[in-house]
């Protein structure tokens, strides 16, 4: 059984500039979570993405924006960076839209913005 | 607005000592309750789940208890090994005014503990 997967591993880019972040899903799992999580902080929910639809928000602006694709993998792009989005960006899967269920998270994808 | 407060923040204790780290919480109306352990720099890896109708689960040396009536549980490791050395996140689903459908977790800030040999 795979575990989560995140893509890249460390990216810097600078104010202003967009990025994509990937995740794919532990075998399985139809449920995609993502947490952004500051340095010294707890992870902080950002949305949620369940068979391919938005399932929930937190509260981040909307040019955080994510994809989920049917394969269950799922994107996290964030446009007109800010020195604040610096952080380590988690994805986790589940398996269905329920709220019992355990969550499975990745690496993590580090980002740096200068 | 539910809100989850870990104490202490950072702990530091012999090898081979018992210890226990605590979480509150200040809506009991959760769904359930995840204990995470992450490593510097690195992913969070689940280490117990509690349901919201259940009181306790143990894995190995740990054991965590859930009491939702007041908004607490604990995190008990036995006999404490520098592998332990880590930050442990305390997070809950639900309890959010209006109810949610979906599992948002809502996290701690940590504790962060060292055991040294």
């Known amino acids: 059984e795979t575990g989560v997967t995140q893509s890249p591993t460390h990216l810097i880019k600078t104010r202003g500039q967009q990025v994509t972040l990937r995740c794919s899903s532990q075998?399985?799992?139809?449920?995609v979570s993502w947490y952004q999580q500051a340095l010294g902080q707890g992870p902080q929910f950002i949305f949620q993405?369940?068979?391919?639809?938005?399932?929930g928000r937190g509260n981040f602006p909307p040019r955080f924006s994510g994809l989920q694709f049917p394969n269950y993998s799922s994107e996290l792009n964030v446009n007109a960076l800010e020195l604040d989005d610096s952080a380590l960006y988690l994805c986790?899967?589940?398996?269905?839209?329920?709220?019992?269920?355990?969550?499975?998270f990745g690496p993590g994808t580090r980002l740096t913005v200068l | 607005k539910q809100e989850v407060t870990q104490i202490p923040a950072a702990l530091s204790v012999p090898e081979g000592e018992n210890l226990v780290l605590n979480c509150s919480f200040t809506?009991?109306?959760?769904?359930?309750l995840q204990w995470f352990r992450q490593d510097p720099g690195k992913g969070l890896t689940s280490l117990l789940l509690?349901?919201?109708?259940?009181r306790e689960q143990t894995s190995g040396r740990l054991n965590a208890s859930l009491d939702k009536s007041s908004g607490r549980s604990t995190l008990y490791i036995a006999a404490s090994q520098p592998g332990d050395s880590a930050t442990y996140l305390c997070?809950?689903?639900?309890?959010?005014?209006?109810?949610?459908?979906?599992?948002?977790?809502?996290f701690g800030q940590g504790t962060i503990l060292t055991v040294h040999p």
């Open positions: 809506d009991s109306a959760i769904y359930n």
């Open positions: 997070a809950v689903i639900g309890g959010n005014a209006g109810g949610t459908s979906y599992g948002k977790l809502t």
């Open positions: 986790a899967s589940s398996s269905g839209q329920g709220s019992y269920n355990e969550q499975f």
């Open positions: 993405y369940y068979r391919e639809e938005e399932n």
């Open positions: 509690i349901q919201s109708s259940q």
């Open positions: 075998s399985g799992h139809n449920t």
